[in-house]
């Protein structure tokens, strides 16, 4: 079949919904498909059978480089006429839809909790009237209402939030969570336990708590300063693993918390550093299905999270907490149960890995074309 897949940038480097479009993309082009790019910036594949169609809109201001890429994109689909079209996003003519970042008005609602109690009115008011946030909703009230394609969600979170929102059928609503490098990311690496430790300063005896993020205020940052706060009489370390700036850093100085706070920077060897430590904490405030949950359950680690996490669902009694988001009362009290009473012998979750979530993807393409088709000659 002809397949093409529209995402604003295609590149490996990149996390999220760019890693997951490469990946996908070239497990299908594997399995014999031919693969159209539409993107504004792309990385030209070694794989034939991926040809990239760069397209290009207007760039700033950004709202404006949003709705002529979703224009654009729509215009390019119908030109290449492929057999089938798949939005990641900031589109709004597709036959599958995979909203690999949930659904943007949950987002939005959720996501307006990192502001302070006295000015979440007024910055709900403004993202209401932003250009930016009007587009994109704009573009998803379309999807819904007028497109109504097939949809792959990535959590349960994800897909109750688009039926809630939207009333959309569950039947055409697909649960398809993100598989993981099963290999790259298990308990078996706490053979690397002594290495790691050394290398970041930790003793043997340390109670480590490690927290992984890009956008650390969307991950909760603040709210687990506030948290590490309320809990000064416990010796515990918290290692802060992402790209480091004088401002988190300075954040935790000023909070007293100078000692407690270790700044690893970004790493590359993550399936080495979860078994190193104790607990994942992951205060966000939003996240369709956060990947490094996976990852630490995957390694054997317990985690506390949010209920705005759709990866909550893995969640536990006997691997982790689910609290809720924006509650640094909640975050410490759940930190210090698992201080003073640590939730040992996980059982490391067994997540699927990318080409059995692929190949689940791909049935779902092909039974959406046989109906297609059976629709047509009835």
């Not at 790019?37 to 809109?57: D, E, Y």
């Not at 430790?197 to 603040?222: P, Q």
């Not at 590359?268 to 990947?291: G, I, Q, W």
């Amino acid at each position: 079949m002809k397949i093409s897949i529209g995402i604003e940038k295609y590149n490996s480097s990149h996390g999220g919904a760019e890693k997951y479009c490469w990946d996908l993309s070239h497990y299908l082009a594997e399995k014999g498909h031919q693969i159209d790019i539409i993107c504004l910036k792309g990385v030209q594949p070694s794989n034939p059978r991926i040809q990239v169609h760069t397209i290009h809109p207007i760039k700033f201001p950004q709202f404006v480089r949003h709705a002529m890429y979703s224009l654009l994109h729509c215009y390019k689909a119908r030109q290449l006429r492929d057999d089938l079209s798949i939005g990641l996003g900031n589109t709004f003519s597709m036959d599958l839809y995979q909203p690999h970042g949930g659904a943007h008005c949950a987002w939005a609602e959720k996501e307006i909790l990192k502001y302070p109690k006295g000015m979440r009115k007024i910055m709900r008011l403004i993202r209401s009237i932003a250009p930016k946030n009007a587009v994109q909703r704009l573009l998803e009230i379309w999807s819904f209402r007028v497109t109504k394609p097939e949809v792959i969600a990535i959590s349960k979170m994800v897909k109750y939030d688009i039926m809630h929102w939207f009333d959309y059928p569950e039947e055409r609503i697909h649960l398809v969570p993100n598989g993981i490098d099963t290999q790259r990311f298990s308990p078996r690496n706490i053979s690397y336990r002594t290495e790691i430790r050394k290398k970041y300063g930790l003793s043997d005896d340390d109670f480590v708590f490690i927290f992984v993020a890009t956008n650390f205020r969307l991950k909760g940052y603040d709210v687990l300063l506030d948290a590490c706060a309320k809990l000064k009489d416990l010796p515990f370390k918290i290692l802060v693993v992402g790209p480091e700036s004088t401002w988190i850093i300075m954040k935790a100085t000023l909070m007293g918390l100078k000692h407690t706070f270790i700044f690893g920077g970004k790493i590359n060897d993550l399936e080495r550093v979860y078994p190193a430590c104790d607990c994942l904490v992951h205060p966000t405030f939003y996240d369709a299905c956060s990947l490094v949950v996976l990852e630490a359950l995957s390694s054997g680690l317990p985690v506390i999270t949010t209920s705005s996490n759709g990866a909550s669902m893995y969640i536990t009694n006997e691997n982790g907490y689910v609290i809720a988001p924006g509650d640094p009362q909640s975050l410490a009290h759940a930190m210090r149960k698992e201080y003073e009473h640590p939730i040992t012998n996980v059982k490391a979750l067994t997540f699927q890995d990318d080409h059995v979530v692929f190949d689940r993807i791909e049935q779902i393409i092909l039974e959406y074309i046989k109906k297609r088709k059976d629709m047509v000659c009835s």
